[in-house]
């Protein structure tokens, strides 16, 4: 008898197009290998939530993006459930998603991150903490919602039209300039495996929201030829990020390389799942179909009961 499958999207973070588009592809995937799959536009709304999950599913397939479905806030409710669901649990996703913790994480497991600071806009306004160029990002949006370079010469507001509504704290990084590379990773601890390393290039100046969901935004390039030294240790990297967060299903992990060491920028645990997107290419590599890569994760879904 085929599972039954609740694919999860939409939401109302800043994610919520990218979620829909995610949770669209995931649907039909599932669909073509014969699960029983139920799509839930999530709204703000969570007796609503509760009801369309029960009777309950044999797995929740989480193609929610952002606050409160890739932060672990969804992921609390599925182990308050007894339901299992794709991707990280609750802890793993609260620390990757607050992007200081994750790096201290990091930085203790000897991986080598960029200098940042921590402060209120006021803050900020008043006194860079850095020299330029600098990026400024929000300490827990996903996507790279909210991230600008500020760069020497520039005369706009630091905070541009937007305002800042991510909160009072900015996450202010030092800009490490280079190549950008991405690895994800399959499985769980000591089993979890890098897939392959892609090397991102856009016209943008970096890896920005538009730069990754805008067409042609960049060019996602999976070769050796970044070398066999520098990718062996950005899948090294990847791994020892994903392990030490916790996570489990599929992560993703952002680099800089600027030729002489290699920076995590941040690890990814709800990447973008359309049959475009970054993880179902570099699973394309390995001879791994959309439909076996969505199969795979509803069949190693779990739940921290």
């Not at 703000?44 to 672990?72: K, Q």
């Not at 800089?256 to 570099?282: H, K, W």
């Amino acid at each position: 008898m085929a599972k039954n499958v609740v694919v999860l999207m939409g939401g109302w973070s800043a994610e919520r197009e990218v979620s829909l588009v995610s949770g669209a592809a995931c649907v039909k995937a599932l669909k073509s290998v014969d699960y029983a799959v139920t799509p839930i536009d999530v709204q703000r709304d969570m007796g609503a939530l509760l009801t369309r999950l029960l009777p309950r599913p044999d797995v929740v397939f989480n193609a929610l993006h952002g606050r409160y479905g890739e932060d672990g806030c969804v992921q609390g409710l599925l182990d308050m459930l007894g339901i299992a669901y794709t991707h990280s649990g609750l802890l793993a996703s609260a620390m990757a998603m607050n992007k200081p913790l994750a790096k201290r994480i990091f930085s203790a497991e000897g991986l080598t991150v960029p200098e940042e600071v921590i402060l209120d806009r006021e803050s900020l306004l008043a006194n860079e903490p850095m020299p330029r160029p600098f990026v400024i990002k929000p300490s827990n949006e996903g996507s790279s919602v909210g991230v600008h370079i500020v760069r020497d010469g520039d005369n706009e507001p630091l905070f541009g039209e937007s305002g800042w509504p991510f909160g009072e704290q900015v996450m202010v990084e030092r800009f490490i300039p280079g190549r950008e590379l991405t690895v994800a990773v399959m499985g769980k601890g000591m089993d979890a495996r890098a897939m392959a390393v892609t090397e991102i290039s856009t016209h943008r100046g970096f890896y920005d929201y538009d730069a990754k969901y805008e067409t042609g935004g960049s060019v996602h390039v999976i070769s050796d030829d970044i070398g066999l030294t520098l990718s062996n240790e950005a899948k090294r990297a990847a791994e020892v990020a994903h392990r030490a967060l916790g996570c489990r299903g599929i992560s993703r992990t952002d680099f800089r390389y600027d030729g002489d060491d290699l920076y995590v920028l941040e690890t990814n645990t709800q990447p973008g799942m359309t049959p475009t997107s970054l993880v179902p290419e570099q699973a394309a590599e390995l001879g791994m179909s959309f439909e076996d890569l969505v199969s795979w994760m509803v069949e190693n879904a779990e739940c921290d009961l």
